[in-house]
């Protein structure tokens, strides 16, 4: 599995912005579509999942702010980012979870800073 996110950049608080993954190879092995950050000096932490049936997870600090949706078809997934915080600055990374393995793609940076 190939994963490619998209969709970072520079926001303002209280902005908003949707990152993308699109996933490309064994798609249909993919359990779990996962967003991870990292932000400097602080290990990587998962943000959000979405799982093959719908169902979410969120990190508390995302809770209500973070929407992970999925395309089963297409082996996308998406993150929409809203009210978002200095805090929320950091490399975001989309991974995919099978049965085996997790696969991780490049990261995508996300600042938040007037």
């Known amino acids: 599995v190939q994963l490619q996110a998209s969709g970072g950049g520079l926001v303002q608080p209280g902005g908003s912005l949707r990152l993308s993954c699109v996933a490309s190879?064994?798609?249909?092995?993919?359990?779990?579509m996962d967003w991870y950050r990292q932000a400097p000096g602080k290990e990587r932490d998962m943000v959000a999942r979405?799982?093959?049936?719908?169902?979410?997870n969120y990190a508390d600090s995302v809770k209500d702010r973070f929407t992970v949706s999925r395309d089963n078809v297409k082996g996308t997934w998406n993150l929409e980012m809203n009210s978002l915080k200095p805090e929320d600055t950091a490399v975001y990374y989309c991974s995919a979870r099978t049965r085996d393995k997790r696969f991780w793609g490049q990261g995508t940076l996300v600042t938040v800073s007037s």
């Open positions: 979405i799982d093959t049936h719908g169902s979410t």
């Open positions: 190879g064994n798609t249909l092995s993919i359990i779990y």
